[in-house]
């Protein structure tokens, strides 16, 4: 059981406080709830680059990480398409360092003009070491815009395309800040060894004084129902085929997130799992594959992906991955794999949360979803799901007809 | 727009306290077990290691081999069995062969013990290396290894190792893939006969250690399983290639995999500590020099890291990064730049007090809940050595001086000595 105090101050920052004696150490987490969905069309990457940014210091603290560092703290971030996140851990007895960093910042960032055109060179070999320089490093980036024809999901949180970064000026940068950067719009949470009264009482001392302010709308065009399969094959110089699959799906918040991700642990779940059983061990027809349910706030997938053993058809192989599904769609899946999946889920919850930096995050996120009890009562909804739901939902979702498919070829091979 | 706000906080010393060895008990037929009782949650990890590394092979591939079959068939358990029961307890499991050990952690809720510990004895000691399943995964691991090979990445990688310790050692030796085709049950099921064995297993468990794991233990590896002798004569040696220079040509590559450094001491040695921080304040966190420089100034990079191993044999320095080709040269000039820096101008105080906290605060998260204890105790343990070894780099970390890190970047860092490794 994971208690926690949540406390909101009178500018809108929602603070949540989970005491853990058993570590030396302080979580702090803040999430802005801001990501690459917030952005124009025109000027994708913008949430990505200002992640960058917020280490750049600020007009009264110049250096972030000096001073993080002499507290012995440790710090870091991510941004996908709907937040952005920060973290720290460090020793209990510091904490307050990072509040006096975190609320500085959150305050008002100093948007140099030489920090901006540097950190705009360093996403440009991100992209490069990221994406275009790994093998099949580039699919996810042709999957969106073929599974997402208006959502802003269709571009990567990395941006559309990389000029679109060079011509992010000063002028957009602090508009985004001001529009997303506000106590409002963001979750505080902080784990570890530190009482709740004082985590709020710290967190009204430095966050109190920071004004609200107005936050850019959340109105995004919703994504057309697709009716027929979108195909898109691709040639690149990778030793083996690719098959990358996506189904829309609901929200996060939708009750059919929890059945689908049961139903994707069915399929890939471990060694065991029927995709990896059939296809890899048992018909040798991939050398490794997998499925999962996106967390996305809005309509989300299931993504599917697995390398093609040598000479195989890539029509063959995605017909065989259509027949462990079709089995899942006509045949309920039996009590010990639904107690296996269940079983699982729990195994992988209990062990999360042996983490102080785990909780700090998941009770940002769950707070954000508007339910941050469910840190503790995720696993009473998985354990009433039962196979009819999975079948069920395997009907709904996993159909031809509401699939992106990238065929994702090593050049060289033609077609047969 | 303008607030208060309160003024600086202080900062504290951070202390990371005292280390703790973990106690140890000895199985009926002597095999060691570590117990670190730590954590909240009823769960254990336990960490099967056997001294059945690269470094034992005769073969490329045969001790990452052997490993990766313990879980494709035993005795009294098919593979798919064996995962189908270990899914169903909900347990995780990393097996590992790294160039000194190898072996399994696994992960697993405390009810379910009877049943894991049944299953680790079946993995560790009863594999049957099925001809089938040998097949299906060599094929897979091949893939696997051409896929990697497109990675600059890797192939600075390789050719790094190779290039310090040569290719008459595991430690080097690089993969060709001819090597998958060699491995067969005979050769497998002899490498493990010889080196899965009780007198090169420890076990290490942390978490809430439950009542019955000691007993079970030695149900399952602390009976009927013992030693035959086998003498080893390894014609395995180290030797570091003449050429130091060299650079794969990877056409089409967007960006050129830069890896520099050299063999060096390992954890025993009494300069290893300072060696440690030198690496920190060189390319070992993100305000490093290194950093600072090619990414933080000059935008040339994502990353840019330095690290300091060791081996049981010996150890290694390493600096990495990915630059565009076009910035190739001037990313490695600086590395240079870098490491004379610090060979010839003392280290200013501020930043040596930046490097002392950031590290102590990096040794309380190494000792943190108990699979960070479990991984730091083992880290040691390996070498011979005992937590006391965190003892004294806390101390060196709280007293080195900026002269001895002139004289450690002087000595570890000779530049003639460096290897240069890029492909791209």
């Given at each position: ?47 990505h680059?200002?992640e960058h ?23 870091n ?15 209990a ?9 975190e ?10 003009q ?26 996810m980036?042709l ?9 802003p ?51 009204e ?38 098959l ?8 996060r ?11 994707t ?15 890899v ?34 029509r ?50 769950f ?5 941050p ?7 009473d909804?998985?354990?009433k ?26 050049a ?5 | ?25 000895k ?21 099967f ?11 490329p ?14 005795l ?28 399994f952690?696994?992960?697993f ?5 009877e ?6 004895g079946e993995i ?8 089938a ?26 050719h ?20 998958f ?12 006969a ?8 420890a076990?290490i468990i ?13 149900r ?30 990877k ?16 954890k ?8 440690k ?19 933080e ?8 890291h ?7 044999l010996?150890?290694f320095?390493i ?7 076009k ?6 000039d ?28 990096e ?62």
């Open positions: 059981m994971i208690d926690y105090s949540r406390y909101t101050l009178d500018n809108g920052l929602r603070v949540l406080v989970h005491e853990d004696r058993s570590t030396p150490l302080v979580a702090m987490n803040i999430l802005y709830y801001a990501g690459s969905r917030d952005e124009e069309p025109g000027l994708t990457g913008l949430a680059l200002f940014l917020m280490f750049g210091g600020t007009a009264r603290i110049p250096d972030f990480d000096r001073h993080l560092l002499l507290a012995g703290g440790e710090n971030a991510f941004t996908n398409t709907d937040i952005t996140d920060y973290y720290v851990t460090l020793p007895e510091n904490i307050e360092t990072v509040f006096w960093l609320s500085d910042r959150m305050n008002l960032l100093d948007f140099s030489r920090n901006l055109d540097i950190q705009k060179k360093v996403i440009i070999e991100e992209f490069n070491q990221r994406y275009l320089n790994q093998p099949y490093g580039d699919a980036l999957l969106r815009p073929l599974v997402y024809k208006i959502h999901y269709r571009w990567p949180t990395i941006g559309m395309d990389i000029s679109h970064i060079m011509n992010a000026d000063q002028e957009k940068v602090r508009e985004f800040f001001f529009s997303h950067y506000t106590p409002n719009n963001s979750i505080l949470t902080l784990t570890g060894n530190i009482t709740c009264g004082r985590g709020i009482s710290l967190s001392k430095w966050f109190g004084k920071i004004e609200k302010r107005a936050v850019k709308s959340k109105t995004f065009p919703s994504e057309p129902v697709q009716t027929e399969a979108r195909v898109l094959t691709v040639e690149r110089e990778v030793p083996a085929d690719a990358y699959m996506a189904w829309h799906t609901g929200p918040t939708s009750d059919d997130f929890y059945t689908l991700d049961l139903l642990d069915i399929l890939s779940g471990g060694e065991s799992g029927r995709l990896y059983t059939k296809l061990r048992q018909k040798k027809l991939f050398s490794e594959i997998n499925a999962y349910v996106t967390s996305d706030i809005d309509p989300g997938l299931i993504i599917l992906y697995g390398k093609l053993m040598k000479d195989v058809d890539i063959h192989a995605e017909e065989s991955v259509y027949e462990v599904i079709d089995t899942l769609k006509h045949s309920c899946s039996p009590r010990r794999e639904m107690e296996k999946v269940r079983n699982r889920y729990e195994s992988s919850n209990v062990f999360t949360n042996t983490n102080i930096l785990n909780k700090a995050m998941n009770l940002a996120f707070e954000l979803i508007g339910n009890g469910l840190i503790n009562n995720e696993v909804i998985y354990k799901i039962d196979s009819m739901m999975v079948t069920e939902a395997a009907r709904k979702y996993l159909d031809p007809s509401n699939c992106s498919t990238l065929y994702y070829k090593s060289g091979k033609r077609q047969k | 727009m303008s607030i208060v706000f309160p003024p600086k906080p202080p900062v504290l010393p951070v202390d990371p306290g005292r280390t703790q060895q973990p106690a140890m008990v199985l009926n037929n002597g095999i060691p077990v570590y117990m670190i009782e730590a954590g909240t949650e009823d769960v254990m990890r336990i960490d290691t056997f001294d059945a590394g690269q470094a034992q092979e005769y073969l591939l045969l001790a990452s081999t052997t490993n990766t079959m313990l879980t494709e068939g035993s009294h358990y098919s593979s798919s069995e064996l995962n189908k029961i270990l899914d169903f307890h909900g347990a995780f499991y990393n097996l590992y062969a790294e160039k000194d050990r190898a072996g952690t696994i992960f809720i405390n009810r379910y013990i049943k894991i510990l049944e299953l680790a560790a000691i009863q594999p049957l290396f099925h001809e399943e040998l097949k299906a995964l060599m094929k897979k691991r091949l893939q696997l290894y051409l896929v990697n090979r497109e990675k600059v990445n890797n192939l600075a990688m390789e790094f190792f190779e290039s310090i310790f040569g290719n008459h050692h595991p430690y080097g030796r690089q993969i060709v893939p001819e090597d085709e060699n491995m067969n049950p005979p050769l497998l099921k002899d490498f493990h010889a080196n899965y064995t009780p007198g090169k297993l076990i942390s978490g809430k250690i439950h009542m019955r794991t000691l007993d079970l233990l030695n399952h590896f602390g009976e009927n399983f013992a030693s035959d002798v086998y003498i080893e004569e390894s014609l395995n040696f180290l030797k570091e290639s003449k050429n130091r220079r060299n650079h794969i040509k056409p089409g590559a967007v960006q050129t995999a830069v890896r520099i450094g050299c063999p060096t001491i390992n025993c040695h009494p300069d290893y500590p300072g060696l921080i030198l690496n920190v304040i060189l390319g070992g966190y993100f305000n490093s020099r290194l950093m600072k420089n090619i990414r100034d000059k935008g040339l990079t994502y990353g840019v330095s690290m300091v191993s060791s081996l049981i010996s150890g320095n600096i990495s990064t990915e630059v565009s080709k910035s190739t040269q001037k990313a490695v600086e590395i240079y730049f870098e490491i004379e820096r610090l060979q010839n101008e003392p280290v200013e105080k501020e930043e040596l007090e930046i490097v002392r906290n950031y590290m102590l605060g040794m309380v998260r190494m000792f943190d809940g108990p699979f960070a204890l479990a991984e730091s105790f083992r880290s040691v343990w390996e070498f011979g050595l005992d937590t006391s070894y965190y003892d004294r780099l806390i101390k060196k970390i709280r007293t080195i001086t900026p002269d001895e890190i002139t004289t450690l970047a002087g000595t570890y860092y000779n530049i003639e000595n460096l290897h240069e490794i890029k492909a791209g």
